[in-house]
């Protein structure tokens, strides 16, 4: 009796295991997520900071060129903490560059615009603006493709000129980042974050700032 009465409560316990293991799992998962829109912000902003840095007239073309630093006087200006170059939702740990084609960036820009209820925001300095036009005029023969599947895309890490960054990831998200939820299609840019440019629109289903 006593033998049968623990594979009771083994039994028991197996199942109630089983019934919470999901939940845990989306629960790993959003922070995961919420870790990888952190850092994914924090290279817009450093992207941001080196471009205005060398005056629209250089884009970084890796990581490591941010993680290095900008010259300050006789001492370097660190614009990106080295937990923010790996990103925490792909295998290798190496966030896909974006580089400044229309291809890519209109059909984000169009996601943006459709969050912020048809208004695109403006970009934080005029030195970005060429890198945008072309990505505004294209904006009205883009269609809203399937905002949870994948996007089709080649996996660059390194030697290109970028001027945003988005996971190697292609899975759907448990939160959504400007209504997206997949993770190949979140890009951390500075482009299109108004004067704001430390915060962009965040996941709907995170605590959204009054900013956003």
Do not use: C
């Not at 006087?73 to 925490?88: E, F, N, Q, V, Y």
């Not at 169009?110 to 403006?122: E, H």
């Not at 970028?162 to 939160?175: D, E, H, K, P, T």
């Amino acid at each position: 009796m006593t033998l049968i009465a623990v594979m009771a409560i083994m039994t028991i316990l197996a199942i109630a295991l089983l019934a919470v293991a999901p939940s845990v799992q989306q629960e790993v998962q959003r922070e995961k997520e919420l870790e990888a829109i952190r850092r994914g912000e924090e290279i817009a902003n450093a992207i941001r900071e080196f471009v205005i840095h060398h005056r629209g007239t250089k884009l970084p073309e890796s990581i490591d060129e941010l993680l290095e630093g900008l010259p300050q006087g006789t001492k370097t200006r660190m614009i990106l903490r080295p937990s923010a170059a790996i990103d925490p939702l792909s295998e290798d740990g190496k966030w896909r560059l974006i580089e400044p084609e229309p291809q890519v960036l209109a059909s984000f820009a169009k996601r943006v615009q459709t969050y912020n209820n048809g208004l695109l925001p403006t970009n934080p300095s005029q030195l970005f603006d060429k890198y945008s036009i072309i990505i505004v005029n294209s904006l009205n023969t883009e269609s809203e493709d399937d905002l949870t599947e994948p996007d089709d895309f080649d996996i660059v890490t390194d030697n290109a000129p970028f001027i945003g960054v988005a996971s190697q990831s292609r899975s759907r998200s448990v939160l959504t980042y400007y209504g997206i939820e997949n993770h190949s299609k979140w890009v951390f840019t500075p482009l299109f974050r108004g004067g704001g440019a430390n915060s962009p629109g965040p996941p709907r289903s995170a605590a959204p700032n009054s900013n956003r």
